[in-house]
């Protein structure tokens, strides 16, 4: 079944397909299990390619970006893992809008844009995904997100089919979208609604953000950003901190002592490891303050 599949992959023009790739290589907690097959995607034609055989063949398929905001367990992940490589990569100016490529990624796009003296996009300087994740989960930051800029996104569903999904199609809340729930597809493109704004100054206001999370979030060592999304009114760093629980390890899986809401990696630790320590963390709050902390990581994989 294997040969078959990867024959058939050849056959469609697919070139980089990867056996049993180790997925701690492509996330930034440096943990998680193997996937089955990791396929590097350069173009629009070729994704779609992809996706013909994979629905020819019948298995799970998920879309991974840079890998932050992400935690695969150990036994790894069963069917086709797929990432937007440099043929997605792109940006272009219309005026005031921006159209990206799924691939492309946040932090350079919201430096690019604030260059171009266009405001809006500063937020994204502190999300370290690309704009295919971002969309997908309605990235944000520093009291902004994607909701509040998107135009459109061009996705490719799971059916073959491709659509163009308005911001309110998308069906943006708090960190998540329609894609997350009731619409398998991938995000190949999306269109950006700026402002025009004066060039120094949002580059200076990008610069101050991208400063403060640099000295404020633990970024020299293997994490995956906030672990907990905030409850209603509060903040789960300093729920987290209160309770006692800044630096707290389980194996090399660590509560940051720089932002209680990050679990950074001190060297070996394991997928299981950092699941460990959410589920302290999440008993710990729920029997001292009566809440209850959610995961933001998406977590996958097989244990």
């Known amino acids: ?146 909701s509040e800029v998107l135009v459109s996104a061009e996705v490719l569903l799971e059916s073959g089919e491709w659509v163009t999904l308005t911001n309110e199609q998308l069906a943006f809340s708090y960190r998540t979208s329609v894609l997350q729930k009731d619409l398998r597809g991938i995000v190949t493109e999306a269109t950006f609604q700026l402002e025009a704004g004066d060039a120094v100054a949002i580059t200076e206001a990008l610069t101050r953000f991208k400063d403060r999370r640099r000295q404020t979030q633990p970024l020299q060592l293997p994490c995956a950003g906030s672990v907990f999304r905030n409850p209603t009114g509060d903040f789960s760093g300093r729920l987290i901190e209160e309770a006692g629980l800044r630096g707290y390890r389980i194996g090399d899986a660590e509560v940051s002592t720089m932002h209680c809401n990050f679990i950074v990696n001190r060297g070996q630790a394991t997928a299981q490891n950092v699941l460990d320590l959410i589920a302290h963390v999440q008993k710990t709050i729920r029997e001292k303050y009566h809440v209850e902390l959610e995961p933001e990581v998406q977590v996958i994989g097989e244990a």
Request: glycine letters at 16%.
């Open 1 to 146: 079944m294997r040969k078959r599949f990867i024959e058939d992959l050849i056959h469609v023009g697919v070139q980089d397909i990867k056996e049993n790739e180790p997925l701690s290589r492509h996330t930034t907690w440096k943990v998680g299990g193997p996937a089955d097959f990791l396929i590097n995607v350069q173009t629009k034609n070729e994704l779609e390619n992809v996706m013909k055989v994979i629905g020819k063949h019948k298995l799970p398929w998920r879309v991974i970006g840079r890998g932050s905001n992400l935690l695969v367990r150990d036994g790894g992940i069963r069917g086709v893992v797929l990432k937007l490589d440099k043929g997605f990569e792109y940006f272009e100016f219309q005026g005031t809008r921006v159209i990206a490529g799924g691939g492309t990624s946040t932090v350079m796009l919201a430096t690019k844009t604030a260059r171009q003296g266009l405001t809006g996009f500063e937020f994204a300087g502190g999300i370290p995904g690309n704009i295919g994740g971002a969309v997908y989960m309605n990235g944000g930051a520093h009291g902004s997100d994607v």
